[in-house]
């Protein structure tokens, strides 16, 4: 199988070979209004396209879109409802090609990952995904991931915000080679109970095959896709990574296999909704990373964040050893803790009482409609989890005039939504 | 040899006098130490060679003014041989009008030449010597021990002693102080003084082997600095023998209580492994253990050269690699067949040192020349003639004369093979201009360039300082913020040289302190 070169420079439009997506009627779109051509400045364009902007706005009826580091993605294609409907009971396809990522190559690039990862990497198998935490020097988090080993020293990691600054200092003395290759690596998700019979149809051979965590080289339709099975959506998910210029070509032919199975592309709304019934928090959302948090109070340890199993505090040497031991051996002070809202009501950002007494904020709160309930992500204090009950947030009203009201809410377990 | 004779208890890197100090103070505590060195010759940069044969002249440092009695007698050193030559040497700012200002002006005469150049001075003089002297003992008790870690631990013994000498200063010096320790010293000297030789003189004090100009910020707290660490010495001085004498003293000292001394033993490598440091290895392969190791090699040298930046986490790795190590000085040594004759000289002054900055804008001039890797035009210097006090340095009615120039670029325009003549000759005409005779008594000489005092002295990029003395590399920050209390991220790793508190300057203190820090730590575990 032949890898994907990350330093090739791409043009964002789909491939001559594609079936372009103009040939449809009724659509009057210049391709080259998307284009990022060579001789244009680096950091010129605040306004970034996915290589499946035209194919993606092929799918929207609604031209809802939103930012996403700084790339356009659509926030809904059709409706809400209809989205949310074909992810959890037939499957979603979703553009996720403006993740953070990195490829970390060299003679060293596991030991210099041994550095910057809260754990080892030396007992990851090629293939395997494993979840990635960085820890700055006081222990807090700078961001959390997945790292995909793909070679013995070609390995990449994807977060959810861009940390180059970082990578590089961390980079001094290693034999490594660290590089941005966000730009040049599209990458699709695909979810729901017929995710891995669309794959299969489409060329994916036996993905079914492939255990959680794990990753492999398929060939769909003659273009290598590396597919692995992760997500962020819940359920039977998969996220495929490919070369930009057949990203497109890939996104229809999903589509055209998926049709039979009533296959729908996902937005940002649904998405949103997806990780939060699968209890997953996101930096800058639910939590700031220790450089972009306004005090010293705000960031948080992995141990505050449950990522706890992550961190391997043996032996080695990695940035933010040192302060998570005291942090381990002190308890977290505050921890990242999920929540039922027992009303139908809006509640980001609320406070949390227990008692009169505050004792933490909400930081992400949707309707499930899996649940028929609210959910809700939060960082209290960790004291406060001792309390058998009680709990209550400042909840807004979407109908009253009133505006902000007391509601009862109660722990629940992450994932809220339980899979098969 | 079996790996077992290789085993000791400590390793210590570099036999400078830092090194040789900490190896001192913990084979005193019944520890197996050994202490190994690139050079063929204890010392580091205070050593004593011969510039031919029958002159020896101290090679690197000239001066002690900041050794402890309190080291001397630890470490029995008289008893080791070190006999002191003289410990009052005055500073003399060379006039060419044969008007010598001697400071301290401790006599009524030199009050009476400092007032001949300007009445003012005359006056002000014992005021300003006063205030400095109160202004560095509020600094003082920060020097006499291991800093905090981090900030200025109030709880701490220092702190409270600082608080009750600021105290007692009244308003009004209080608030001098204030405006004093963040100021550049040009400033403070242009509100105290008008004659340009006095300010000349005092700014070269400031500056000298720092990379800073009087017009630099924070200069009037090296200034201080400086004073301080002189009130924990012994006066200004040398040995008889040339400093190499402390450094057989430290060495013989070490070697009386079984620390074994291994010269010709360059480390290539500090061995540690899983956060803990095991040994080292040499250039020729041979492995030493050890539980503990104590670098007395600068810092950034020792943690990302010799160990590799790997074994530290990024944001100390950056911080050590980030050390600033710019400020560099040259020697020249001479050999002379007559004493050089300066107007208007007495015992005093032949035996003094010798400054030549005839003015701030002199001295500021030659900084100005090294930022910008140049020669200056009229260097400043600081001189000694230690044969005055120590006659066996050289055949009778013959002397040494040791020059140190600051301000003298590591990487000079057009490189050193091409500007190291142009350089001997600029720094020659200008003492001649003081001692017209100079070039006609000179036998033989030495030069030693920041990258031959890097070679020879093994010290990164000539820097004597082992990182620029500045307000941020010093106290808690030295030799990087967190790690002031020498040791090191990696277990049983610890800094004992310049590089750490109180830095640098022929004190002892370093190692004294990084011994201390050492033992207590293991004592705690």
Redesign the interface.
């Known amino acids: 199988m032949t890898e994907i070169d990350p330093g090739k420079k791409k043009t964002i439009a789909a491939s001559q070979s594609a079936p372009s997506p103009l040939d449809g009627p009724g659509i009057a779109l210049d391709p080259t209004w998307f284009e990022q051509t060579n001789d244009e400045l680096p950091f010129t364009r605040h306004v970034l396209t996915t290589p499946l902007h035209l194919v993606a706005s092929e799918e929207s009826r609604t031209n809802k879109w939103t930012e996403w580091n700084g790339y356009t993605v659509a926030e809904v294609y059709t409706n809400f409802d209809q989205e949310y409907d074909a992810l959890r009971t037939r499957a979603g396809l979703a553009d996720i090609s403006p993740l953070v990522k990195y490829r970390i190559s060299g003679n060293e690039a596991d ?2 990952l041994d ?2 990862l809260t754990r080892a990497v030396s007992t990851i198998p090629i293939d395997v995904v494993a979840r990635a935490v960085l820890c ?3 222990g807090n988090l700078v961001t959390e991931g997945l790292l995909f080993r793909m070679g013995a020293q070609d390995f990449r990691l994807t977060v959810s915000s861009r940390h180059l600054n ?1 990578m590089f ?2 980079a ?3 034999d490594v080679n660290v590089e941005d290759v966000s730009g040049t690596i599209a990458a699709l998700s695909i979810a729901g109970p017929m995710a891995t019979k669309i794959l299969e149809t489409a060329g994916g051979d036996d993905v079914s095959a492939l255990a959680k965590n794990h990753a492999k080289w398929v060939e769909l339709g003659g273009m290598p896709v590396y597919v692995s099975r992760t997500g962020m959506m819940g359920g039977c998910e998969y996220e495929l990574w490919s070369d930009p210029s057949d990203a497109s070509v890939l996104w229809k032919r999903l589509f055209e296999f998926g049709a039979p199975y009533g296959i729908k592309a996902i937005g940002a709304a649904v998405r949103n909704v997806a990780r939060l019934e699968k209890g997953i928090a996101l930096e800058g959302v639910d939590y700031g990373n220790v450089f972009e948090a306004a005090d010293g109070l705000n960031p948080l340890s992995p141990f505050d964040l449950g990522l706890g199993d992550v961190v391997d505090l043996g ?8 302060a998570l031991k005291d942090t381990f051996k002190r308890g977290s002070a505050k921890v990242l803790t999920g929540f039922e809202i027992d009303a139908d009501q809006q509640a980001q950002f609320a406070n949390i009482y227990v008692n009169e007494r505050v004792i933490g904020t909400i930081t992400s709160s949707v309707w499930s409609p899996g649940l028929q309930r609210h959910v809700a992500l939060a960082i209290i204090e960790a004291d406060a989890l001792g309390a058998s009950g009680g709990f209550s947030a400042d909840v807004t009203s979407r109908w009253e005039k009133s505006g902000v009201s007391r509601a009862p809410i109660s722990l629940a377990k992450r994932p809220f939504l339980a899979f098969p | 040899m079996s790996d077992e004779a290789l085993q000791y208890d400590v390793i210590v890197i570099g036999a400078g006098h830092n090194g040789l100090v900490s190896a001192g103070y913990m084979a005193r505590a019944g520890k197996k130490v050994v202490v190994l060195d690139a050079a063929e010759a204890v010392g580091g940069a205070a050593r004593t060679a011969e510039i031919s044969p029958d002159y020896q002249v101290s090679s690197g440092a000239h001066l002690i003014s900041c050794l402890p009695k309190q080291i001397e007698r630890d470490l029995k050193l008289s008893k080791h041989g070190l006999i002191w030559a003289t410990k009052d040497v005055v500073s003399v700012a060379l006039d060419q009008g044969g008007k010598h200002i001697v400071i301290p002006a401790g006599r009524k005469s030199d009050i009476e030449t400092l007032a001949a150049h300007s009445k003012r001075d005359g006056e002000t003089w014992r005021r300003f010597e006063a205030r400095i002297k109160n202004f560095a003992s509020i600094l003082s008790p920060f020097l006499a021990g291991v800093v905090p870690e981090t900030g200025l631990d109030f709880s701490g013994n220092s702190a409270t002693a600082t608080t009750l000498r600021l105290e007692k200063l009244g308003p009004e010096d209080r608030r001098e102080f204030l405006r004093f320790v963040p100021a550049n010293f040009a400033s403070i000297l242009d509100r105290s003084f008008e004659g340009d030789l006095l300010k000349g003189a005092l700014a070269l004090d400031a500056t000298i082997g720092h990379h800073s100009g009087p017009n630099t910020p924070g200069t009037a707290f090296s200034f201080l600095y400086k004073k301080a660490l002189e009130l924990h010495g012994q006066g200004v001085g040398y040995p008889i023998g040339g400093l190499g004498a402390l450094s057989e003293a430290l060495a013989g000292s070490a070697e009386s209580v079984g620390a074994r001394i291994r010269l010709d033993s360059p480390v290539m490598e500090i061995i540690a492994g ?2 803990r440091v095991s040994g080292v290895r040499l250039a020729d392969g041979t492995l030493f253990k050890a539980p503990i190791v104590m670098s007395s090699v600068d810092p950034k040298t020792t943690c ?1 050269d010799l160990l ?11 911080h050590i ?1 980030g050390i600033r190590m710019q400020g560099s000085a040259a020697k020249v040594n001479l050999a002379l067949e007559g004493l050089p004759t300066f107007e208007n000289f007495t015992d005093r002054e032949y035996g003094g040192r010798l400054l030549i900055a005839p003015d701030m804008a002199t001295v500021e001039r030659s900084f100005i020349a090294a930022k910008r890797n140049e020669l200056a035009l009229d260097p400043v210097m600081e001189m000694v003639i230690p044969s005055y006090h120590d006659p066996r340095l050289a055949p009778m009615g013959h002397h040494v004369l040791s020059v140190t120039v600051p301000n003298v670029p590591y990487d000079v325009e057009g490189g050193w093979d091409l500007r190291r003549e142009e350089f001997v000759k600029r720094v020659i005409d200008t003492i001649s201009q003081y001692a017209p005779d100079l070039s006609d008594k000179i036998i033989a000489g030495e030069i030693l360039t920041p990258p031959e005092i890097e070679q020879k002295f093994g010290m990164k990029r000539g820097h004597w300082h082992q990182g620029d003395m500045s307000f941020d590399q010093l106290l808690s920050f030295r030799p990087a913020p967190g790690m002031a209390g020498y040791a090191t ?1 990696v277990e049983g790793l610890f800094f004992c040289g310049a590089g750490t508190h109180p830095g640098g300057g022929i004190s002892g203190l370093p190692g004294k302190y990084a011994a201390t820090a050492a033992l207590a730590l293991e004592k705690a575990q």
Do not use: M, Q
Request: hydrophobic fraction near 35%; charged fraction near 20%; glycine fraction near 14%.
């Open positions: 030991a210099y550095r910057l700055c020097g006081n970082w200092d961390a001094e003395g290693f032996n080695h040497v990695f940035n933010g050893r040192r | 899983a956060g990302i590799g930046a790997r074994h530290f986490e990024t944001s100390v790795a950056k690699s991220p």
